[in-house]
């Protein structure tokens, strides 16, 4: 995500051609969004989103959990040693 805002300020200041950048090669400019595209490719080869989609619902049902068991006034499960 932040490869692409950086991207998305770079091309505003190109085109408004507005300090340094103005002078840059386009290349330079686009190069962030072939690093984000090149970044989501891997994310989604390797598995890398998928983990932390299951690590986020996992946090949220844990959350939930321990919400029920406060409202029901059983506590929370203390880990065995």
Known sequence: M??????????AL????????AVWSWWAVLSP?????A????ADWSGYTKRKAVERD???RQARIDRTREQLGLGTKKAKS
């Open 33 to 37: 969004f072939a690093l984000a595209v």
């Open 58 to 60: 996992n946090a949220r």
């Open 2 to 11: 932040y490869l692409l805002l950086a991207g998305i300020l770079l091309l």
């Open 39 to 42: 970044w989501w490719t891997w």
């Open 14 to 21: 190109k085109y408004l051609e507005i300090g340094p950048v």
